[in-house]
Each structure stands twice: as C-alpha cells, then as structure tokens.
C-alpha cells in the first residue's frame, strides 16, 4: 500500500531533551517536506527537500533539522526542544514538486 | 508572499443538503495550483479536490465541485448532498507553479458541522 508513514504518532517529552520524529515514504517520491499545524493557524511548512542531499528552509525553521540522505526517509529533528514547539506535526510527499503532496498519519508532540 | 484566506471559521449543513466553503488567496503569479484537503477527526489529511490555474474549467469529483474565479483571485468549493462522514476541518490552499519552492500555503481552515 502506498503510503507516507510518521513514527512515533505521539510524544510528550522534557525541553532540551533532543528527539527525532521520522518518515518514510514508500512510493519512490522525490519531493518530501514537514508542516506544523497548530490552532488557528493551520498548516506551516517547516523544511522540505526536492530530491536527496536537497533540503531548504520552509517558513518556520527555527529550532529544527533535517537530513535526506537516502529518497525514501525525510526526518525531523528537535536538537533541543521548547515548548513553543508543541504541535501536530506533518510529513508530505509528491512525486515531484509540482504533484499533490500526501500526508502522513501527523505525530502529536508536547513538550513540556 | 501569497496568502489564503478562509473567512468561514465554521459552517454547519444538514444532511443531503448543499454547501459551499469560501476560499480567497493573494498571489501575483499566473501559473499556480489550488486545492481543497479534509481533516477529519483522525487528523489524516485527505486530498479533496485540485484546481490547475491554466484551467478554465472548474474541476469535479464526485459530489464535490468548486468555483474557480480567476480573476477574483477565488476559490470556493461546494459538497452536494452532503453526508456525515464530510464533517471535517477543510482547508484550502495555494502552491505556485514555479520557483524554487512548492509548498503549500494554507488558510486557516472551515469546520464543517453535517447535522443529522
């Protein structure tokens, strides 16, 4: 089945405690990217990457990182998380950047 | 920067009725791609409906149309018939056509109540 995956689907953890969430995308997409939704606000793209070794800044990137060193993986980190960090948390994938993005399941991350 | 703008915070319906979320967007690009996604109470993200710019034509699926009003800079989308299983957060949103970024801009979101 095709499919973006998010693990873990939920998290509560302690500030300056660094994490990783995860995603994998098993459809072979080249264009993988992170949103955060938050109240109010709807959905804000935090990184994103057009192929491997190819990621860019979204509008919210402060306080996270991302790798893609292999097509099908794209995850977020929180090297030292606050909770202004709290929030759902989306992984998407298009085949290519001008395709729909599909999302991921979300990953509901507290911090406190 | 381009903006969405979905001035319904909530919107209710009665089953088997109709009804049509509102969706307005800011952008000074000519190619560009809307669209509407779903978000129901599992959080899950669905893809409702997309709408290429270049497309006079407004697009369908199913018992979802919407109204694409270029030059108004809107786009509405309208559920038929509407079920319980449509309750859910709608957004719109805007990704440009070009560039070197193609994420999604989206409004804040509609709530659609289906009442019984």
Known sequence: ?112 | AQTVTQSQPEMSVQEAETVTLSCTYDTSESDYYLFWYKQPPSRQMILVIRQEAYKQQNATENRFSVNFQKAAKSFSLKISDSQLGDAAMYFCAYRSGGGSNYKLTFGKGTLLTVNP
Not at chain 1, 39 to 62: A, C, F, H, W
Not at chain 1, 90 to 103: D, G, P, R, T, W
């Open chain 1, 1 to 112: 089945e095709a499919q973006v995956t998010q693990n873990p689907r939920y998290l509560i953890t302690v500030t300056g405690k660094k994490l990783t969430v995860t995603c994998s995308q098993n459809m072979n997409h080249e264009y993988m990217s992170w949103y955060r939704q938050d109240p109010g606000l709807g959905l804000r793209q935090i990184y994103y990457s057009m192929n491997v070794e190819v990621t860019d800044k979204g509008d919210v990137p402060e306080g996270y990182k991302v790798s893609r060193k292999e097509k099908r993986n794209f995850p977020l980190i929180l090297e030292s998380p606050s909770p202004n960090q709290t929030s759902l948390y989306f992984c998407a994938s298009s085949l290519h950047a001008l395709y729909e993005q599909y999302f991921g399941p979300g990953t509901r991350l507290t911090v406190t």
